[in-house]
């Protein structure tokens, strides 16, 4: 182990004999999701660095405090990406921030999501200290790994509730040939019907996102959907999508910058909230795509085909948002809210079955009987 691993396994390690809660913490650019914050805070940022990379095999194993902007520009470097294309939030003194840790912790996926998966998808093993101060290992580095339940997996969306994640061995693809950035002004029940026609055709579909754009002259209401592929698949899916529905092609240097501002939630949907701002919350709802307009009286920005859809409520909604929500069997999330203390009228999460609860419990006293790790993150009990 490496001296700052061994003081972080020292750490966690005296805590657990105290029944001292710790926080565990990256560049701290998420700490604004979860249910609370508690416990001193376990810097993991002096464990870091890239210990292996393979361009030819598509893996890499990164140290959990190495910054995603250092693991993106080693793989670019290669002419290779993480598909899944992580949001990458602003730390505390502003620099793009997030941590390969974190990046899994959380579990968070960009634009490409309804395309090429979610991090789940692209995580290969971990290596992780559990609150019992143990160094153990789960998966590998190699695609096809694991043969009964797959522990490495489970620690993405975790929140670091079942360990700190010291090294993660991830897949990572080569960046495709060719894009295309395509828009339509069509209001939001004719974009979902277009995208799921669309989506039953042999098109290179990567991305979309509908917004209705209130800052704009007119405030049109538009259609993004980005193609990435080999070059003649991306210009014939180009032609035949401008057949079926009227638009037009952007410049390509600027969709790829509204692309990333998309992805790390920087357009104006995101950092201007639609209702006052001492009670503006922001929700993300996850839906089926087939799931219709949902019935709110607040502008919603829609992505990953009709998959996940943004809303700015105010702190009140809470109960409507969440049924809405159930109605189109669906889960909503509070994402951000504009307080201070980021603690509003409402949980974070959904509220979990029993059975559900149960097994969150039972894994949480397996990996962290103590209960020191990021107590309160997830569920407000443990």
Request: with cysteine; glycine share 10%; net charge negative.
């Amino acid at each position: 182990m490496t001296p700052a691993l061994d003081q972080l396994t020292d750490r966690i390690r005296e805590a657990a004999a105290h029944q001292t809660p710790l926080r565990i913490r990256g560049s701290g650019s998420k700490d604004f999701y979860g249910e609370s914050l508690q416990g001193e805070v376990l810097d993991t940022f002096g464990h870091s660095g890239i210990t292996s990379y393979e361009p030819s095999e598509l893996v890499v194993t990164a140290r959990g405090g190495t910054p995603l902007a250092e693991l993106e520009a080693a793989l670019a470097e290669k002419g290779q990406g993480l598909a899944f294309e992580p949001p990458r939030f602003s730390s505390a003194d502003g620099a793009i921030g997030g941590t390969v840790g974190g990046m899994v912790a959380v579990g968070l996926s960009g634009p490409a999501r309804a395309s090429v998966g979610g991090v789940r998808d692209y995580v290969l093993g971990v290596q992780l200290v559990n609150g019992r101060a143990e160094h153990l290992t789960f998966g590998g580095q190699v695609m096809k790994n694991v043969a009964g339940y797959d522990v490495s997996r489970l620690m993405v969306g975790a929140l670091g509730t079942l360990g700190l994640l010291t090294d993660v061995s991830l897949k990572v693809l080569p960046v495709a040939p060719a894009e295309a950035t395509l828009v339509f002004e069509v209001d939001q029940a004719r974009a979902l019907n277009q995208l799921h026609t669309w989506g039953a055709q042999p098109l290179p579909l990567n991305a979309s996102c509908w917004v209705h754009d209130t800052t704009a002259p007119n405030a049109p209401e538009l259609l993004f959907v980005r193609l990435r592929g080999a070059a003649v698949a991306v210009e014939s899916a180009c032609a035949k999508m401008m057949l079926d529905l009227p638009g037009c092609r952007m410049d390509q240097a600027q969709a790829a910058s509204d692309w990333t501002a998309c992805r790390d939630m920087a357009l104006p949907f995101f950092t201007t909230p639609t209702v006052p701002d001492d009670t503006a919350v922001l929700w993300r709802l996850s839906v089926p795509q087939t799931a219709p307009v949902l019935n709110l009286a607040w502008p919603q920005f829609v992505e990953w085909h009709g998959g996940q859809r943004w809303v700015w409520a105010p702190d009140n909604a809470h109960e409507q948002i969440r049924s809405v929500a159930a109605s189109a069997n669906g889960s909503a999330t509070l994402f951000r809210a504009t307080g201070t203390d980021n603690k509003r009228a409402t949980r974070t999460f959904d509220a979990l079955n029993p059975a559900l609860i149960q097994i969150h419990r039972r894994l949480k006293s397996e990996f962290d009987p103590a209960g020191i790790l990021n107590r309160g993150r997830l569920h407000p009990d443990f």
